[in-house]
């Protein structure tokens, strides 16, 4: 009897674990690249075809630019990885990794003036599942991106030296 709630406590105490990890990870972005994340999060969950809840897992590329004025160009590359809650929890403290799910490999692109992140030129984010991602889809992602900074004069988003 002893045994089985072991086990039982030991699953609980991994799934509060592993999602407070990535409630950590989340939190140590700043409020600049939290943006670009919870932006993601909004566009996958509005698809009719995804059915979990999603969390952000880990960066992969960080980079900004800051050309002064209060502007800042931002390109973010990181995974989100879907969990057992369904889509649309609101508070997903108690959510548990699924490790039976590809991990979604983002990329955002924006302006954001004074903090908030501008309409014009329009964000791009582009969410894959992992091992659909190929060379050509990250390429278009980086001219995309790079065309964002160039549209207003300013370098490339992806020669800075960022983060």
């Given at each position: 009897m002893a045994a089985p709630l072991l086990l039982l406590?030991?699953?609980?105490?991994?799934a509060l674990f592993f999602s407070s990890n990535a409630n950590n990870a989340y939190n140590k972005l700043s409020d600049t690249y939290r943006q670009g994340v919870d932006l993601a999060l909004e566009q996958?969950?509005?698809?009719?075809?995804?059915?979990?809840?999603?969390?952000?897992?880990?960066?992969l590329v960080r980079s900004d630019i800051e050309p002064g004025f209060d502007v800042i160009y931002v390109y973010h590359n990181f995974y989100l990885?879907?969990?057992?809650?369904?889509?649309g929890t609101v508070d997903s403290t108690g959510c548990q990794f699924r490790n039976d799910r590809p991990l979604m490999d983002c990329a955002v692109c924006y302006k954001a003036f004074r903090g908030e992140i501008q309409d014009e030129p329009k964000p791009y984010v582009d969410c894959v599942h992992k091992p659909s991602?190929?060379?050509?889809?990250?390429g278009i992602r980086v001219n995309h991106c790079n065309e964002i900074g160039y549209s207003s004069g300013a370098p490339t988003l992806l020669a800075s030296t960022g983060n």
């Open positions: 406590l030991l699953l609980s105490f991994e996958l969950s509005s698809h009719t075809g995804i059915q979990h809840h999603f969390l952000f897992l880990k960066s990885k879907a969990t057992r809650c369904p889509k991602l190929t060379q050509e889809m990250r």
